[in-house]
């Protein structure tokens, strides 16, 4: 016989959801040459914190990434479409190209400019237009 017992934590800020669980999963197992013996066997499976964003941090990423993108839409010096922009506890990821090296590094300015980034790195490639 098997049992699956599942205990959830479910958080909300804002529009963020976050669900934390473990998942115990019993398995009782008697074999008919030992009638009455039994053996059981306990999986406990939890998800580690350490590397995981909280939801309050989760939505500030969201936050900063969205506004380096609007800066970036209303920048007419920079053609955004060719730039991608992610941000993991507080640090902006660039990526993409760009048309020339003022534009990328004026692309990682306006990200730097942002309030609540810690860092920016950049792996934006020079790469003119044809």
Known sequence: MQKLTIKALIATTASMLALSAVAQNTHTDSTSSEIGASSATTTTTTTSSANKRSPTRYMDDKTISTKVNAKYLVDEDLKSRHLKVRTYKGVVHLTGYAASQD??????????????VKAVKSSIQVKADN
């Open 103 to 116: 534009q990328a590094d004026h692309a990682v300015a306006i990200a730097k400019d942002i309030d609540g």
